[in-house]
């Protein structure tokens, strides 16, 4: 391990990291990225939705080799009960534009590519190297970083920690708490190969068009969770997530749940014939605003995952990583450009930033909606995907019994399971937690 000292030194080859990483490097600061697997993307689990914005903000001209899969130009919201779903899509061509806005991608080839960019910006790269422990001085700042390779420090101004969801290093460090089991969802993953050409046809899609499904209800068994679809080139990537709390109480297993998910009547036709070539299990990190631990400190920063940046109900986290990451990137850049120390007070400009940004306004909007989806996870996730199924299958069959009978049947199912005092509630309550 090298003996001179950086700038900084970013834990973690995710996309905050080399977000944070390649705007430092490109702004010529001398840093080591410090990668635990064999490969940038060799760790990593995501859909993958990845936004377009985030990324331009820091290599604008991405899509000139960038590994995209397919630019999405349509959404499917599902909510399921056991045989039905009922949906809302939206599809436009509007989002057939130039420069598209989200694309499908799969990270092990996406971030070996960012990495790439990463060493052209002059950032020192070094993957199967695990950060151990944070370094300190006397005084309470850190200094570096210990790692697997070495007993010695590696030295650095700042330590930027880039280390995903159940970073051990912040944790050991006691910078922040482990994620409490209600604020992290468990997700299973497969990739399901099909030729391209089935994959348009079953999705109605043209060239590099792409389609996600966005799936709720009963295939969570009552837990706080969603299960997704997303077109790749020639694969579909397919998952189910909960909340660990959950999975905890229900002793359900993820596994089950994804296999049940697969063979439901409205998922199976589309993953017929395919050959599943991966799966994968990760966390993600869902307590929002309210779970976001201390952003900076004399010596360190947080970002990404780490920082808990996660927008569960958007189901968005690669941009909040990106964002968090080059925001962090940017602060300390201005930092050393004025010849400041690397301490808390100056630090926390990376947190005015944040706090000005999306990424927290966004996160504070919904502050209240994981403790509350949390809370009534059975009414939102089975009870009403049941009684809005039963209502839109009451609403088109078609037997003879008159209008009138089966819209009174409709709505007293709704009263008989929440009665009309819990469903006034819980509509308001969900349009606060909204708001
Ligand atoms: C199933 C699933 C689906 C998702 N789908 C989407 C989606 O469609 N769109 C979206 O925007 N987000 C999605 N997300 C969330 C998204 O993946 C994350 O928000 C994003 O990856 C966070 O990036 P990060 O860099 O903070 O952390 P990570 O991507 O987790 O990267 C952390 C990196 O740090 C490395 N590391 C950890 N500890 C050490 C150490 N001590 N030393 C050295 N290296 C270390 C890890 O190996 C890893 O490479 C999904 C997540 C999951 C699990």
Sequence with gaps: ?????????????????????????????????????????????QGAIMYASMLEEIIPDFRNDAPLERHLVEQRFWIMDDTSHTGMHYRSDDFNEVMPNRYTIIRAQFDKWLSGKVREAGGTVLCETTATELAWDGSGKAIGVRTDRSGDAVLADVVVLAEGVNGLLGTRAGLREMPKPQNV????????????????????????????IEAGGTISRGMAGLGFVYTNKESISLGIGCLISNFAETMERPYALLDAFKRHPSIQPLIAGSEVKEYAAHLIPEGGFNAIPRLCGNGWVVVGDAAQLNNAVHREGSNLAMASGRMAGEAISIIKSRGGLMD?????????????????????????????????????????????????????????????EREIAATAAFIKARSRWGLVSDAVRLATAWR
């Design 185 to 212: 969802a468990l997700a299973v993953k497969e990739l399901h190969f099909l030729p391209e050409e089935v994959i348009a046809q079953r999705f109605g899609l043209t060239g590099d068009e792409g389609c996600v």
């Design 344 to 404: 808390k007070a100056s630090l926390s400009l990376y947190k005015t930033m944040l706090d000005k940004s999306f990424v927290v306004e966004d996160l504070s909007k919904h502050k209240d909606m994981p403790s509350l989806l949390h809370t009534n996870s059975p009414n939102f996730f089975t009870t009403y995907p049941q009684l809005i199924s039963h209502a839109a299958q009451n609403f088109v069959r078609v037997d003879g019994t008159p209008k009138i």
């Design 1 to 45: 391990m090298t003996k001179e000292k950086f700038d900084a030194i970013v834990v973690g080859a995710g996309m905050s990291g080399n977000a944070a990483t390649y705007t430092m490097a490109s702004r010529g600061l001398k840093v080591l990225q410090l990668e635990r697997g064999e490969y940038p993307g060799s760790k990593n689990v």
